[in-house]
């Protein structure tokens, strides 16, 4: 059987398996694996699914609180409760604000009374269900997911306006969340930003956002590509320096350096010895920052494969390695290989970000201008390269 045909099968298998109604609760998985991007297939956001998720686990608690499944062949309460209290803590992560969230659900369980979500059909098809999970996520979860700060500030400005005509003194705690501002009686108040202030993570809080965008990946396709790889693309800004020692190297041994002796010679020898050890050592300490930056787990070069794993100390680097190991060569032993599979891969994640660009785009569809702009990796300069840093994004 060919390939393709075996992959239709599959496929065909899969769908025809999805298509069969079932009822009852059908959930084999642990609350421990339930994770921020999990979603169904007929769903576009996660937190679409897991807001039904924590829907259904809630309700199914509710009905082991009451007692009204004592003779059922489901999970027990201790179940349901871990799996309810996940999804919770998952919202809060795919909305975030983990303090508040249970403020806008609050808010989206109170939209759920409006008429647009009296589903009046019986629910006994998958496609009625689907139909109906659509629905909330697309009137739901779609309305107010990109306005979760304002309807929580909106919601708590609310709870406060009616106790607050309960009593006649202002409480504190809502003026230090910035719900009402009182100049006469907390004059500094307006130079605090008190809920605001700092966020730890800017980065991770980006991509949280952006996940919960609907339809992000049409929306900004390029941004949620280099967001979701981000951490792997930022290897692409330390190529540069490794070049540039590497050919250094090249030049200053000029093929004269037997491979026997570089086998034997550590990097510190050269950093200590001959006239021009301060520009190779200068040269080197680039290297090095930039060598223990990388956080790739693997290299390709060709048809081998090699680990990239940090097993010497940075301080020690240079006296217990080989300067065998940065010198390259037409040798595919395994002294010289790390070190061309590094350049090869950096400089094909450097051709994925353009391929994408282009591609994505349409600016350039016969390939030619790509062609025009190409530069061999030994030859590259700084300006030549994608550089994208999390760290200075985040400043």
């Given at each position: 059987?060919?390939?393709?045909?075996?992959?239709?099968?599959?496929?065909?298998?899969?769908?025809?398996?999805?298509?069969?109604?079932?009822?009852?609760?059908?959930?084999?998985?642990?609350?421990?694996?339930?994770?921020?991007?999990?979603?169904?297939?007929?769903?576009?956001?996660?937190?679409?699914?897991?807001?039904?998720?924590?829907?259904?686990?809630?309700?199914?608690?509710?009905?082991?609180?009451?007692?009204?499944?004592?003779?059922?062949?489901?999970?027990?309460?201790?179940?349901?409760?871990?799996?309810?209290?996940?999804?919770?803590?998952?919202?809060?992560?795919?909305?975030?604000?983990?303090?508040?969230?249970?403020?806008?659900?609050?808010?989206?369980?109170?939209?759920?009374?409006?008429?647009?979500?009296?589903?009046?059909?019986?629910?006994?098809?998958?496609?009625?269900?689907?139909?109906?999970?659509?629905?909330?996520?697309?009137?739901?979860?779609?309305?107010?997911?990109?306005?979760?700060?304002?309807?929580?500030?909106?919601?708590?400005?609310?709870?406060?306006?009616?106790?607050?005509?309960?009593?006649?003194?202002?409480?504190?705690?809502?003026?230090?969340?910035?719900?009402?501002?009182?100049?006469?009686?907390?004059?500094?108040?307006?130079?605090?930003?008190?809920?605001?202030?700092?966020?730890?993570?800017?980065?991770?809080?980006?991509?949280?956002?952006?996940?919960?965008?609907?339809?992000?990946?049409?929306?900004?396709?390029?941004?949620?590509?280099?967001?979701?790889?981000?951490?792997?693309?930022?290897?692409?800004?330390?190529?540069?320096?490794?070049?540039?020692?590497?050919?250094?190297?090249?030049?200053?041994?000029?093929?004269?350096?037997?491979?026997?002796?570089?086998?034997?010679?550590?990097?510190?020898?050269?950093?200590t010895n001959g006239p021009d050890c301060e520009t190779t050592l200068e040269l080197y300490e680039s290297f090095l920052e930039a060598w223990y930056e990388l956080n790739l787990k693997e290299v390709r070069f060709e048809c081998q494969t090699a680990k990239l794993e940090h097993v010497q100390e940075k301080e020690n680097?240079?006296?217990?390695?080989?300067?065998?190991?940065?010198?390259?060569?037409?040798?595919?032993?395994?002294?010289?290989?790390?070190?061309?599979?590094?350049?090869?891969?950096?400089?094909?994640?450097?051709?994925?970000?353009?391929?994408?660009?282009?591609?994505?785009?349409?600016?350039?569809?016969?390939?030619?201008?790509?062609?025009?702009?190409?530069?061999?990796?030994?030859?590259?300069?700084?300006?030549?390269?994608?550089?994208?840093?999390?760290?200075?994004?985040?400043?």
């Amino acid at each position: 059987m060919p390939i393709e045909t075996g992959f239709q099968f599959i496929a065909d298998y899969i769908k025809k398996y999805d298509e069969k109604d079932r009822f009852g609760y059908h959930n084999i998985t642990n609350a421990e694996e339930s994770n921020v991007g999990e979603k169904s297939e007929h769903r576009n956001r996660p937190i679409s699914f897991r807001f039904m998720h924590m829907l259904t686990h809630a309700t199914l608690l509710i009905l082991h609180e009451l007692e009204l499944l004592t003779k059922s062949t489901l999970p027990n309460r201790d179940y349901f409760r871990s799996h309810f209290e996940k999804d919770y803590v998952l919202i809060g992560q795919q909305c975030g604000d983990i303090e508040n969230c249970h403020v806008w659900l609050f808010r989206l369980i109170n939209h759920m009374l409006d008429e647009t979500f009296l589903f009046k059909r019986i629910l006994n098809k998958n496609q009625k269900v689907i139909e109906l999970e659509k629905l909330i996520e697309e009137r739901l979860i779609f309305t107010h997911v990109n306005s979760v700060p304002t309807e929580i500030n909106e919601y708590k400005r609310s709870f406060a306006e009616y106790t607050q005509k309960q009593s006649e003194s202002s409480r504190l705690e809502y003026f230090v969340d910035e719900l009402f501002e009182n100049e006469p009686k907390y004059p500094l108040l307006k130079f605090f930003n008190l809920t605001n202030i700092y966020v730890t993570n800017p980065i991770e809080k980006f991509r949280t956002k952006l996940q919960a965008i609907p339809y992000s990946e049409k929306l900004y396709p390029i941004t949620t590509f280099l967001i979701n790889r981000l951490e792997t693309y930022e290897n692409i800004q330390y190529l540069y320096p490794i070049v540039t020692f590497t050919n250094y190297l090249i030049h200053k041994f000029n093929h004269r350096l037997k491979r026997n002796d570089a086998a034997v010679t550590t990097i510190e020898y050269y950093l200590t010895n001959g006239p021009d050890c301060e520009t190779t050592l200068e040269l080197y300490e680039s290297f090095l920052e930039a060598w223990y930056e990388l956080n790739l787990k693997e290299v390709r070069f060709e048809c081998q494969t090699a680990k990239l794993e940090h097993v010497q100390e940075k301080e020690n680097f240079d006296k217990n390695t080989m300067i065998a190991v940065v010198l390259l060569s037409a040798s595919n032993d395994a002294t010289s290989i790390l070190l061309a599979a590094c350049l090869k891969t950096i400089g094909k994640l450097q051709n994925e970000v353009v391929n994408y660009f282009h591609n994505t785009l349409g600016t350039d569809l016969s390939g030619r201008r790509r062609q025009e702009h190409i530069v061999p990796v030994q030859s590259i300069r700084s300006e030549h390269l994608f550089e994208i840093n999390a760290e200075e994004i985040s400043q």
